[in-house]
Structure formats: structure tokens, C-alpha cells
T-cell receptor
């Protein structure tokens, strides 16, 4: 069974551009969460989706948006990129019950 | 003050030593997670605890709910254990609040 897959693995964008990051959860997992990890820090919560509904949102500006599709995959969109958006973006999927998480390998976004 | 605090921030050990990493949290939790992150970024879930103690191989995780404290122990440490170890608190929702991580280096 494939783990959580994220694409792309690396991305370089210019300030002001838009980016879309993708995440496919483990089969059977209906919940997807997104986290931003800047260098030297722990990950910060951005969004959580369950059954295509937004269940939680972290302290991020409206330039950040996400959605979940009927197959439970998810996209994270960031508009008007800033240099400070450079980070590792992690996706995690989970299933109901013991709340175990499985993380993807992340997308490393560099904004220049 | 962060909701989840880890100590130490950096830890260097010699192969074979017993390692302890500490985590304190100030929020109410439904579970406490220990995670391992290698260079390159991928995160592996090591433990999820809501009480007591769990053991997996050379790794042991404990939690004291009353004191809001958890520890991760590594017995007979090995250079391949070198990584960043992160604790994360989970509240009523699935949102995780992460500590900043402890960078462990085990020298041969």
C-alpha cells in the first residue's frame, strides 16, 4: 500500500506567483492535514480537511487555501507568494479511531 | 511561550549511550505524538500516547498526564538514530501542535 504521496517534491517560484501543492492520502484515510515547516522550526498547522469539509484552519493569511476532492486527495494553494512562504509543506493523512498519522515526504517550496 | 516545549534543542551522544528527550505541553491533549525527521524532511511517526508507556525496539516513550510531560528514550544509541525528534500534542480535533524538535547526533 502506497504511503502518503506529495507532489511536486521540490519547487522554485518567484514572488507574486501562485503555487498548487498536491497530496494523496493513504487508501481509506479520509482526513488530510497540511503543515508548514520553516527551517529550524517545528511544523505549523495550516488546514485540516475531513470528508471534503474544512475542519480546522491555522493562523495563516487568506492567500492560503485548500480543498479536498471526492477521492480524499487534497490541494494546497498559495497566492501572491512571499519570500517568507519558502518552507517544507507537509501533508498528513489519518483515519478515525486511534488518530494515527502518516506523513508525506513533503514539498520543498523556495520563493525567490 | 510555546504550547509544546522540547529539551534539549541539540543533543550529541556517543554510540551506545542512553538518550532522553523531554517534552512539556501546556494544552489539554487527547494524545501525544513522537515523530522522527531525517534530513530531507520526511517525517515518520514513532509513537502515539495517551497514557503510560510504549516500547518499540530500542525506543521507549512515556507520558505523565498530570504533569503534562512526556519523554522519549533511546537505549543503546546508534549513529543511524541521528535525526530530529519532534513531539506533537493533539487536542480534541486532529490538529497537531508541534515542538521545535531536538536534533540528535550519535557519533560512532
Amino acid at each position: 500500500d502506497a504511503g502518503v504521496t506529495q507532489s511536486p517534491t521540490h519547487l522554485i517560484k518567484t514572488r507574486g506567483q501562485h503555487v498548487t501543492l498536491r497530496c494523496s492520502p493513504i487508501s481509506g484515510h479520509k482526513s488530510v492535514s497540511w503543515y508548514q515547516q520553516v527551517l529550524g522550526q517545528g511544523p505549523q498547522f495550516i488546514f485540516q480537511y475531513y470528508e471534503k469539509e474544512e475542519r480546522g484552519r491555522g493562523n495563516f493569511p487568506d492567500r492560503f487555501s485548500a480543498r479536498q476532492f471526492p477521492n480524499y486527495s487534497s490541494e494546497l494553494n498559495v497566492n501572491a507568494l512571499l519570500l517568507g512562504d519558502s518552507a517544507l509543506y507537509l501533508c498528513a493523512s489519518s483515519s478515525p479511531g486511534p488518530w494515527g498519522y502518516t506523513f508525506g515526504s513533503g514539498t520543498r517550496l523556495t520563493v525567490v | 511561550k510555546n504550547e509544546v516545549e522540547q529539551s534539549p534543542q541539540n543533543l550529541t551522544a556517543q554510540e551506545g549511550e542512553f538518550i532522553t528527550i523531554n517534552c512539556s505541553y501546556s494544552v489539554g491533549i487527547s494524545a501525544l505524538h513522537w515523530l522522527q525527521q531525517h534530513p530531507g524532511g520526511g517525517i515518520v511517526s514513532l509513537f502515539m500516547l495517551s497514557s503510560g508507556k510504549k516500547k518499540h525496539g530500542r525506543l521507549i516513550a512515556t507520558i505523565n498526564i498530570q504533569e503534562k510531560h512526556s519523554s522519549l528514550h533511546i537505549t543503546a544509541s546508534h549513529p543511524r538514530d541521528s535525526a530530529v525528534y519532534i513531539c506533537a500534542a493533539q487536542g480534541g480535533s486532529e490538529k497537531l501542535v508541534f515542538g521545535k524538535g531536538t536534533k540528535l547526533t550519535v557519533n560512532p
